[in-house]
C-alpha cells in the first residue's frame, strides 16, 4: 500500500515509509493552519485566483496551446511577489501563530500586568465618554508598530492613561501599547480590519479589532460617541462589556483562559455578549 507514495513524483523511492508519512502530515497541518487563517480574509479569494491562473497553465501545457502557455509561463514569477505583497498581513499573522506552540513559548518571557490602573482609566474615560485604545502584548511583538509610534517607557497609571487620552491633544489620536507592566508607545496606528466595514463602529473600533486578527493582543476600546467599553481578542471583539466585568474578562484573554459566554453573530459586526 505504501508503495503508492514511493511512486509519487516529489517523494524518493528510498526514503522510509514514516518519514514519508512524516513529510505528508507536517505539511498538511500548514496548508490547515493557513486557510484557517486565510479563509475569514480576501486572502482566499486571491489563492483562489492564483491556483486558477496556475491550472490554466497545465491545461494550456498540456494542450500545447503555446500562445497562452507562453503569457502563463511569463507571468507565474510575478504571482509569487503578488502573494507576498497583497498577503502581508495574513502572512504575519500565520508568522505569529507559530509563537503559540508551546515548544516555541517555552523560549519567550511570559507578559505579566498590573490590570487595576487600566481597568481604573478604562472605566473612568468610558464614564466621561473619552475614546481611547489600550492595546496590551502577549507572546507577539508589536515592534514594527511602537517604532512608528511615539515612544513613552513609563509606568503603567490610571492618571497617566486618562490624560493621554484627554481630546485634542498631541498623543490622544492613535493607541497606548502597554508590554511588560510599561507604557511602551502611544499615538500608535493599528491595522484596519474589514471585517466591520458594513457597520456603525468607527475606526478605534476597526483598528482595535484588527490587530486582534493579525496578533495575539488584548485590545480595550472606549467609545466617544456612547462610552461602552469593548474588548478584542484573537480575531472576535466583545461588546458591550459592562464595567464590573471588564477586569475578569481581560484576565481571561490574558491568562488563555476563556471562559464560556453566550454569543451572537449581527450583520457587519464581530460578536456580541448577551
Request: net charge negative; proline share 3%; hydrophobic share 45%.
Amino acid at each position: 500500500m505504501f508503495d503508492l507514495f514511493k511512486g509519487v513524483y516529489l517523494v524518493s523511492s528510498n526514503k522510509s515509509v514514516f518519514l514519508i508519512l512524516l513529510d505528508i502530515l507536517i505539511v498538511s497541518f500548514f496548508i490547515y493552519k493557513i486557510y484557517n487563517i486565510l479563509r475569514r480574509t480576501r486572502g482566499i479569494q486571491l489563492l483562489m485566483g492564483v491556483g486558477f491562473i496556475w491550472m490554466l497553465g497545465i491545461v494550456a501545457e498540456y494542450f500545447e496551446l503555446e500562445l497562452l502557455d507562453w503569457i502563463i509561463t511569463n507571468i507565474r514569477p510575478a504571482l509569487v511577489f503578488a502573494i507576498i505583497v497583497l498577503l502581508q498581513p495574513e502572512l504575519r499573522r500565520i508568522t505569529g501563530d507559530l509563537t503559540r506552540f508551546k515548544l516555541v513559548n517555552f523560549f519567550i518571557i511570559k507578559q505579566s500586568y498590573e490590570l487595576d490602573p487600566i481597568i481604573d482609566a478604562t472605566k473612568a474615560m468610558a464614564a466621561t465618554k473619552t475614546g481611547s485604545i489600550i492595546v496590551l502584548t502577549k507572546e507577539i511583538s508589536l515592534k514594527n508598530i511602537v517604532e512608528d509610534s511615539i515612544q513613552v517607557d513609563a509606568q503603567v497609571t490610571s492618571a497617566l492613561l486618562q490624560t493621554i487620552f484627554v481630546k485634542n491633544t498631541p498623543l490622544h489620536d492613535g493607541a497606548v501599547i502597554i508590554e511588560q507592566n510599561r507604557i511602551v508607545s502611544a499615538s500608535s496606528y493599528l491595522p484596519m480590519t474589514e471585517a466591520l466595514e458594513n457597520s456603525t463602529f468607527g475606526a478605534r473600533h476597526r483598528s482595535a479589532l484588527g490587530l486582534a486578527e493579525e496578533t495575539d493582543a488584548v485590545v480595550i476600546v472606549t467609545s466617544e460617541e456612547t462610552g461602552e467599553i469593548s474588548v478584542c481578542y484573537d480575531s472576535e471583539m466583545v461588546h458591550p462589556v459592562k464595567p464590573l466585568e471588564l477586569k475578569s474578562l481581560v484576565n481571561s484573554f490574558l491568562t488563555e483562559k476563556k471562559k464560556e459566554k453566550k454569543l451572537e453573530v449581527e450583520p457587519g459586526v464581530a460578536w456580541k455578549e448577551k
